[in-house]
């Protein structure tokens, strides 16, 4: 095997064409550089270099070798650039689950800053609800969730907030509320109203939060259908099926059959929480890069900061 040392002094004596030179650059005296040369024709079992009184010259084997060696050695320092970017968190690969709900806004932000930060960082997404990305925490197939609190069974898991939002509340277009040039209503004003709603063994704190809120309100809901897709349920108001209280990313996405509402009340079931979860003991460098950028003061999932 030749060692990497033997490749950079025949580089060196090869573009220089000149041992004397070629020693001096490299720190070395010229008879064991010369030695060495020696010893890499030996071992390719080719002469490599032409040496006359008037100098050095490649030999064609020489020439083609050269090329190989300079290949050679830049595959190598790829290899430990590499190897250090993976360390300092630059690179490699991170599984992140994610509710649908933060699709809208709160995941392409993130996607956004990661790409800007850590380019060389590859993401592999699984849209999943909270409960499920728990799960995935705890069976290690995913590196980081990006999961609605409260949740139980966390264990050994961590979570620090990354937004606050709260829920609004989405009309048919040609709702008796919609109209009004008022941009906020009370959610008691929607008391004689049906609902889609979130199931609540998929998304349980979603469910739960709109309950309390509405019995807060001074009324009982009335249900009439259940989806854990914002998208669809915001399909569903327009077609005339109902009203709906969604997190207040769904504006990002306008649909021209319903109009979104602000809630003036002051429920605190009404507030929403976005938290990225992870083990405490994961030991990957991309995640540890991520979770960095995702805690550090200031940064706002909705709206990512760059990089100074």
């Not at 080719?46 to 030999?59: E, F, K, P, W």
């Not at 966390?154 to 620090?160: A, F, K, N, P, V």
């Not at 001074?218 to 108001?237: A, D, H, I, K, N």
Request: hydrophobic share 45%; with cysteine.
């Amino acid at each position: 095997m030749i060692s990497t040392r033997l490749l950079v002094q025949f580089v060196a004596v090869a573009e220089e064409l000149h041992f004397g030179r070629a020693a001096n650059r490299l720190h070395m005296a010229q008879p064991p550089l010369s030695q060495a040369i020696k010893h890499l024709e030996a071992v390719v079992g080719v002469q490599l270099l032409a040496r006359s009184r008037h100098g050095v010259a490649l030999t064609p084997a020489g020439s083609a070798f050269l090329d190989e060696a300079r290949e050679w050695l830049a595959v190598g320092q790829r290899a430990i650039d590499t190897a250090r970017r993976a360390n300092e968190g630059l690179t490699g690969r991170i599984t992140i689950g994610f509710v649908g709900s933060v699709s809208y806004l709160i995941l392409p932000g993130i996607l956004r800053e990661i790409g800007a930060r850590y380019p060389s960082i590859h993401v592999d997404l699984r849209e999943q609800t909270s409960t499920e990305q728990i799960e995935s925490l705890h069976m290690r197939k995913i590196d980081l969730g990006i999961v609605r609190l409260p949740l139980n069974n966390m264990g050994d898991i961590r979570t620090h907030v990354i937004h606050r939002e709260r829920f609004i509340a989405v009309l048919p277009k040609d709702h008796a509320l919609a109209t009004r040039k008022a941009k906020s209503i009370r959610l008691e004003e929607l008391a004689g109203d049906s609902f889609m709603v979130f199931p609540p063994d998929r998304i349980p704190s979603l469910h739960a939060k709109f309950l309390m809120a509405c019995e807060e309100a001074g009324f009982s809901p009335r249900v009439r259908l259940e989806s854990w897709q914002m998208s669809s349920m915001v399909s569903l108001v327009a077609s005339g099926m109902g009203v709906a209280l969604l997190p207040e990313q769904v504006r990002a996405s306008p649909h021209p059959g319903v109009i979104y509402k602000t809630l003036s009340n002051r429920s605190t079931h009404l507030d929403l929480t976005i938290a990225a979860a992870w083990r405490t003991d994961s030991v990957s460098a991309g995640l540890h890069s991520v979770l960095k950028m995702l805690t550090a003061p200031g940064f706002h999932a909705a709206r990512p900061t760059r990089p100074g």
